[in-house]
Each structure stands twice: as structure tokens, then as C-alpha cells.
């Protein structure tokens, strides 16, 4: 092969190499670069967690007011940490230990036996009582450990029957014999009684309650914590009085030759 023939090969044969081992390096680095994008996406991504809103003390019944939302990588974040829509399952629930603000909140951190004692669910410094279920609502099931109730007493007054106001934002700790851990035949919905935490001050009114009137329960929202005042109630208000005033006779026209 003449030495001119030869070098046209050699340099068609160096180009080649040349874009085959370019296009294979552009290649490598790509996928390289595609392996490390999906490895800093996977360590770095992120899922909403339940967290304390601010240190809670053991013994803290849970409630909305007590806890956050909040994005944390998935390589820090405990495998058994809640999401939102876990929120039902610990609302309510009793702390048996204290939590940080911004700590993840496990089901660990709950009272988790079936066989929880009903004053393991109790706050400290707060008592549990239990009152009628009285209201069809409350007798067909509709009621749940966990919900918030505003107490109304009527009872008879020196006018008369009254409806007032008697407590405010109350939570049920058991509808019947069901707690909110679940406690009782969960097959069943019917019950007769609720078992609400209050403080002392509280529970001494609802007892002199019980013992001139009854007691009805209107059903809270989850996020309503408003204390909105509610007036008494009488039969004045429900049915105000006939007006005293004689009835005024309708005007009488006079038409005299033709003219008003």
C-alpha cells in the first residue's frame, strides 16, 4: 500500500477513534451525572411529618393546637413518623414521655395498649367525669373519643325554664366504654354515657348541674377552639309576648260629590 493510501487510512481510522471515544465519554458522564442527580434526589427528599409545635410535657392529651406540619429529608426522618392523614389515630391520645418542639411525634410516644386504664388517658391536673349521652345524635354513635363538645344546662330558674351555657370546648375521653384507644367492642356504636376531662373546678359544676337540670352537648368542628359566648335562654326569647297595643283600625276613605 502506498505510504499516501496508508496515512489517508490511519487518519480516517484516528478520527474515528477519536468520536467513538468522545460519543462513549459523553455517554459515561451523562449517566454518571443521571446516577448522581437520582442519588442526591433519593438523599435529600423530603415527606410531611407530625411534630410537636412546642415542648410538651408527659402526660399532654393531644390536640390540634399541640402539633405541626413540617417537611424533613427522608434519610432523617424515623420510619414510624406520622403524616396527616395518621393525625386521627393519636388525636387525643395521652404523651408518656415529654417531646421537643419540632420533634417528630411516633406512635411510641402514645399510649398504645387496648388494656390502657382509662385514668392513664387523664392529663394531669385534670379530672375525668361522666355524664348522660343525652341527644339522639349522641345515642346513634355519632360522638367519638377525641371530639370536642360545648355543655348547655337547662334547668328551672325563677322565671321559668332556662337554657345557659355551662362549659366550653370539653373533650371526650370515652363514649361508653370505649376510649380513645379503642377500648371496648369497636363493633358497636350505641352508648349511653361520656367520659369528658375537665379540671377539678369544672367537674364540680358539672355535678351541681346534673342535680338541678339537664345537661345537653353540642359537637365542636376538629379546629374550632373559639370561645364564643352563648346567651341564656328562656321561653321569653323563643316565643316573645303578644304586643299589649290595641290593633290599629285600617284608614277609612270618605268620598263626598265625587272628590277624596
Known sequence: ????????????????????????????????????ENSLRSEYATRSVIVA?????????????????????NRYVHAQALGAKDWQQIAGTTLTTAIDAGEPILPSHTLEDAN????????IGDRAITIPANGSAAIAGLLHPGDRLDLMLTHRGSEGEQTQSLLKNVPI???GERTTRGRGDSASTRYRSLTLAVSPTQAARITHAMAIGEIQVALRGSDDHQL????????????PAASTEPPVAPAVELIIGGQL
Not at 364564643?228 to 316565643?239: R, V
Request: a positive charge; glycine letters at 10%.
Open 228 to 239: 364564643t359566648a352563648i346567651p341564656q335562654i328562656d321561653q321569653g326569647m323563643l316565643m
Open 53 to 73: 409545635g412546642g415542648d410538651l410535657a408527659k402526660g399532654t392529651a393531644l390536640a390540634d393546637q399541640h402539633v405541626a406540619l413540617r417537611d424533613m429529608p
Open 1 to 36: 500500500m502506498q505510504p499516501l493510501k496508508r496515512g489517508a487510512f490511519m487518519l480516517v481510522g484516528a478520527i474515528i477513534a477519536g468520536a467513538s471515544g468522545a460519543f462513549f465519554a459523553e455517554r459515561y458522564l451523562n449517566q454518571r451525572a443521571i446516577a448522581i
Open 173 to 175: 375521653l370515652a363514649t
Open 116 to 123: 390502657t386504664r382509662l385514668a392513664q388517658l387523664v392529663s
